[in-house]
């Protein structure tokens, strides 16, 4: 397995737009998919303001942003992934959908490539169970903002080769990420952790223990978290959280596990957190 030069992102929302920036900034050429044509034009557009932004800052000179932006393409058709190195998926997180997808990508994109899962929660070992690669498929969970947050974390599934993995971490490391492991188990590391704490904030709510803000405000004055956990939730989406927190439910079988009604709620009501306007809390 060679070194890793070029890079099929799919999915153009938070989390794609911002793997395919950071890989274009860090001099890979990266192809950017999205099936939704008005996510991907969305994608691109905030990709070049952010790369605008890091250059007005001074993070980045002005001959390596329009680098960046050369190295980035966008496509609506999966074919031109043919050539690509590695394909990093971040789609909805559904098994079903990115099985899907994984059967797909696996006739068009080069034996040789590896398909890495931006998933929160989903076995890689099933995920990979799609395809005719398994040894090739791995878990890369980048936090969001990409671009900002330090951590890859990196799954092996089942059957992921060492290959695989090294150069999984090499790329991970080119992109200046600290990478830590994690078993195949739902929800990996992070997200065992953070998401049981997101879904008792929503109790804490529910129950009517406090206001959202006092919740938040006790947790990041409290602990010293940057975010409160119910506005971490609007950062993440609420439907994301929701989807983890029910991988976690059915994955690890305990009721502690079982998502909190308030936020069911919120999900079935379109409240899905700073991507459309309303979460926990309205943004104007
Ligand atoms: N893309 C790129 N850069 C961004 C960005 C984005 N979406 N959002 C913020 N930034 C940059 C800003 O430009 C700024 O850069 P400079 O320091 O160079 O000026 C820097 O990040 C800090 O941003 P701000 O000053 O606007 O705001 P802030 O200080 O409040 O930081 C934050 C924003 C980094 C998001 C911070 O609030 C934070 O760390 N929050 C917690 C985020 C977190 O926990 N993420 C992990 C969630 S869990 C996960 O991702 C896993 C999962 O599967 C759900
Ligand atoms: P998002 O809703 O912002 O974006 C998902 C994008 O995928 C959308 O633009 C949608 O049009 C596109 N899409 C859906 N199905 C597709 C398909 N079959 N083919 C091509 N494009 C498709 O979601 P997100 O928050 O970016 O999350 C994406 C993935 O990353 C999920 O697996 C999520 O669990 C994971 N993740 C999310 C976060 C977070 O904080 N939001 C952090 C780490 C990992």
């Not at 991907?40 to 993070?59: D, E, F, P, V």
Request: charged share 20%.
């Amino acid at each position: 397995m060679g070194e890793i030069r070029s890079v099929g992102v799919v999915g153009g929302g938070q989390m794609g737009s911002g793997i395919a920036q950071l890989a274009a900034v860090n001099g890979l050429q990266v192809w950017l998919h999205d099936s939704d044509s008005a996510s991907l034009s969305k994608a691109m557009n905030n990709i070049s303001s952010r790369i605008q932004t890091l250059i007005t800052k001074g993070h980045l000179t002005k001959e390596k942003g329009s680098e960046a932006l050369r190295n980035l393409r966008c496509t609506s058709s999966l074919e031109d992934f043919c050539c690509v190195d590695i394909v990093i998926e971040a789609i909805v997180e559904s098994e079903e959908v990115k099985k899907k997808l994984f059967v797909q990508l696996d006739k068009i994109v080069k034996p040789s490539a590896i398909f890495a899962s931006n998933t929160s929660s989903i076995s890689i070992t099933r995920l990979a169970s799609a395809t005719s690669r398994p040894s090739q498929v791995i878990g890369m969970h980048f936090m969001n903002p990409p671009p900002v947050m330090k951590l890859v974390e990196i799954i092996r599934g089942a059957n992921t080769s060492e290959d695989t993995f090294n150069a999984t971490k090499f790329l991970a490391e080119r992109l200046g990420k600290k990478i830590i492991c994690s078993k195949d188990f739902a929800g990996f590391i992070v997200n065992r952790i953070l998401m049981p704490m997101i879904n008792e904030a929503f109790h804490a709510l529910y129950s009517g223990v406090a206001t959202k803000e006092d919740i938040d405000d006790g947790m990041k004055l409290g602990t010293n978290h940057p975010m409160g956990p119910l506005e971490l939730a609007d950062h993440i989406g609420l439907d994301v959280c929701l989807s983890i927190i029910k991988v976690l439910h059915a994955g690890l079988g305990d009721t502690k596990y079982a998502p909190c009604p308030l936020l069911v709620h919120y999900v079935d009501a379109g409240r899905l957190g700073r991507k459309n306007g309303i979460g926990v809390y309205e943004y104007g």
